[in-house]
């Protein structure tokens, strides 16, 4: 038996965006200084709109240092479509469904960064809605 639920106002898009943000001089750090990583030369970030089909809106973002910027985008091409149709209320469930797909790739790092930015959407959309 499954469960109906009402969902007036569902997701019916989600966009896409990672931007590379060069810094105007890389910083380095004891890190750097030791071999251990490359100076930070610029941020990678990962922006996720959503769009309900009432036309309300949430925006959220990640971004990753040094490395990860194209895996980021990768994943959430992967994730996205798994938010369509669904109620944008039920964050918490949400994150679940997005970390359940996730759960082959880890469960920390570039992959909850990922979800992170849908998660900030859905909260940002809820408090659009909300009038804050």
Not at 76 to 89: R, S
Not at 102 to 107: D, L, M, P, V, W
């Amino acid at each position: 038996m499954s469960i109906e639920r009402y969902n007036p106002d569902p997701v019916r898009w989600v966009g896409l965006r990672s931007v590379e943000l060069p810094l105007a001089r890389a910083v380095s750090d004891a890190k750097v200084s030791t071999g251990r990583q490359l100076p930070l030369a610029a941020v990678s970030l990962l922006f996720v709109e959503l769009q309900t089909e009432q036309g309300q809106q949430g925006l959220g973002f990640t971004y990753t240092l040094r490395t990860g910027g194209p895996a980021q985008y990768a994943q959430a091409l992967e994730l996205a479509p798994l938010l369509i149709g669904e109620d944008p209320n039920d964050i918490a469930r949400l994150w679940s469904k997005l970390s359940w797909a996730s759960a082959s790739i880890g469960r920390s790092g570039l992959a909850v960064q990922t979800i992170a930015a849908f998660d900030s959407a859905l909260w940002d959309l809820k408090a659009r809605r909300a009038g804050l």
